[in-house]
T-cell receptor, first 116, second 114 residues
Framework: KAGVTQTPRYLIKTRGQQVTLSCSPI?????VSWYQQTPGQGLQFLFE???????NKGNFPGRFSGRQFSNSRSEMNVSTLELGDSALYLC???????????????FGPGTRLTVL | AQTVTQSQPEMSVQEAETVTLSCTYD???????LFWYKQPPSRQMILVIR??????QNATENRFSVNFQKAAKSFSLKISDSQLGDTAMYFC???????????FGTGTSLTVIP
């Protein structure tokens, strides 16, 4: 099976712009989670989607949003970019058996976002 | 609240030796899952090992094993016969069996010295 894929891999934007990142989960996986990774903060949970519904959300401002499509692919959007949004954005998918807990997560390679 | 603490930001070990990475967590839940993930430099995060809290037996995957102490809420990772390819950031993570969110520690950067 193909692993989790994320596009683009690298992105450079300027302050005030918006950006959309894409994640394709492993085939058959229904849960997709997003994380922001920075050197000092580790992995910070953004949100989790299952069956096109956001089930859980971390402590990020409303500028960070996401969605999931019927084929389980997910996108996250960051509007009005700030310098502090520069980070590696990781997507992870899991089977979520029985529609419940997410179980083991499998990570994509990440999108490296640089905000100038 | 669920928290995961990795108190060792950096560690090093000589090639072929054994190293133990520490992780503690805090939860009021009784059923949960614990994970160790490895993130090599500029490479993808991969699962190293997984432990179900209801299992008393410690999980083992080849050179990787855990010491799970449920009462102490401790979940350490032991790497035996360390190899250069083990150089990576290691993250401890936790999830309840009713939740849909992983809680990660801040990571331990491990360097294997030739």
């Amino acid at each position: 099976k193909a692993g989790v894929t994320q596009t683009p891999r690298y992105l450079i934007k300027t302050r005030g712009q918006q950006v959309t990142l894409s994640c394709s989960p492993i085939s058959g996986h229904r849960s997709v989670s997003w994380y922001q990774q920075t050197p000092g903060q580790g992995l910070q949970f953004l949100f989790e989607y299952f069956s096109e519904t956001q089930r859980n959300k971390g402590n990020f401002p409303g500028r960070f949003s996401g969605r999931q499509f019927s084929n389980s692919r997910s996108e996250m959007n960051v509007s009005t970019l700030e310098l502090g949004d520069s980070a590696l954005y990781l997507c992870a998918s899991s089977l979520a058996p029985q529609g419940g807990y997410t179980d083991t997560q499998y990570f994509g390679p990440g999108t490296r976002l640089t905000v100038l | 609240a669920q928290t995961v603490t990795q108190s060792q930001p950096e560690m090093s070990v000589q090639e072929a030796e054994t190293v133990t990475l520490s992780c503690t967590y805090d939860t009021s839940e009784n059923n949960y899952y614990l994970f160790w993930y490895k993130q090599p430099p500029s490479r993808q995060m991969i699962l190293v090992i997984r432990q179900e809290a209801y299992k008393q037996q410690n999980a083992t995957e080849n050179r990787f094993s855990v010491n799970f102490q449920k009462a102490a809420k401790s979940f350490s990772l032991k790497i035996s016969d360390s190899q250069l390819g083990d150089t990576a950031m290691y993250f401890c993570a936790f999830e309840t069996d009713t939740g849909n969110q992983f809680y990660f520690g801040t990571g331990t950067s491990l360097t294997v010295i030739p």
